[in-house]
């Protein structure tokens, strides 16, 4: 599995993001596809994830109402609009996909729950 990011660049504090996620290879067995970041010398943390099956998805604290993560079918299957962005939000944006099932039975938000990742694209809001 391969997984690619878009969209990333630069935006003014207040302003919206959209990010894609293209995928190829055997994505047959996607249980769950997430998004997280990583701002420099910081942990990597999770946005959003969506359950592939199910169709749901969860949202980490510091992006609920904020973030919205939607999928598709298509060799673009993810696609995360960030809007309101603050300058804290600058980090590179990752994502990622869990083939086993590890997000089934151990929290979606680990990052060590997931199989595959993306190379990142860099997101930079400006205050």
């Known amino acids: 599995v391969q997984l690619v990011e878009s969209g990333g660049g630069l935006v003014q504090a207040g302003g919206s993001r959209r990010l894609s996620c293209a995928a190829s290879?055997?994505?047959?067995?996607?249980?769950?596809m997430g998004w997280f970041r990583q701002a420099s010398g910081q942990e990597r943390e999770v946005g959003a994830s969506?359950?592939?099956?199910?169709?749901?998805?969860n949202y980490a604290d510091s992006v609920k109402g904020r973030f919205t993560i939607s999928r598709a079918n298509t060799k673009n299957p993810l696609y995360p609009q960030m809007n309101s962005l603050k300058p804290e939000a600058t980090a590179v944006y990752y994502c990622?996909?869990?083939?086993?099932?590890?997000?089934?039975?151990?929290?979606?938000?680990?990052?060590?729950?997931?199989?595959?990742w993306g190379q990142g694209t860099q997101v930079t809001v400006s205050s």
């Open positions: 990622a996909m869990d083939t086993h099932g590890s997000t089934w039975l151990a929290p979606w938000s680990q990052p060590s729950n997931y199989d595959y």
């Open positions: 290879g055997n994505t047959f067995r996607t249980y769950t």
């Open positions: 969506i359950d592939w099956s199910r169709g749901s998805s």
